[in-house]
């Protein structure tokens, strides 16, 4: 499976947002984006680039995939899913997203980010409802148990997570049980305003509808 192995820190800096893509060490003074918030590449100074509108649509769709760690096939799915559906086909390509497997790990806590999450459940330390779930794109939804495997390897890792994570806080759709093992219940179908990410919709919207 294709995916990026580059320095996750030049996506931020190309993107102009802090994305997030290291976990805990966004947060710290050794952030890149904090420290040259400039994008990546040979500098051209003094010399003005006018941004044209699909140069604006492009970077915001860019922002998002980079956000969820989706492909560029992956993310034309997910749009195409979202114009078939009801509703307003930003907010559901949104909803999709944030209703990935490893999006809703990452949230709870059990993953310092996205990529984090993404491993943990491909070497089977993360269970759905009671079940083994190697799928990091599997869609959640509203009831749905996920849990951490009951193995010492699987909790150390889960646990350390969450000790980094330093109990951010989790949103409304999501809870944390009181238990030995850490687990968490998907209360309802996320929102766009369950969305952490400040994005323009409508900007890609437009962009994937030419």
Known sequence: MARYTGPVCRLCRRDGAKLFLKGTRCDSPKCAFERRETPPGQQQQG??????????????KQKVKHYYGVLERQFRLYFQ?????????????????????????????????RSQARQLIRHGHV???GHKCTIASAQ??????????????????????????????????????????????VGRLPSPEDVSLPVDTQLIVELCSR
């Not at 010399?47 to 915001?60: A, H, M």
């Not at 086909?89 to 993953?111: A, P, Q």
């Not at 969450?162 to 219940?185: C, F, R």
């Open 127 to 129: 269970t759905l409802n």
């Open 140 to 185: 959640v939804r509203a009831g749905d148990v996920v849990r951490s495997k009951n193995k010492a390897n699987s909790l150390d890792m889960v646990r350390g997570a969450q000790a980094d994570m330093g109990g951010k806080d989790v949103p409304d759709y999501l809870a944390v049980t009181e238990s030995q093992v850490p687990e968490g219940i």
């Open 81 to 113: 899913k979202a114009e078939r559906a009801k509703g307003n086909t930003g907010d559901v390509l949104m909803t999709l997203l944030e209703r990935r497997l490893d999006n809703v790990v990452h949230r709870l806590g059990f993953g310092t980010s």
């Open 47 to 60: 010399r003005r680039v006018k941004v044209t509108d699909y140069g604006i649509q492009l970077r915001e």
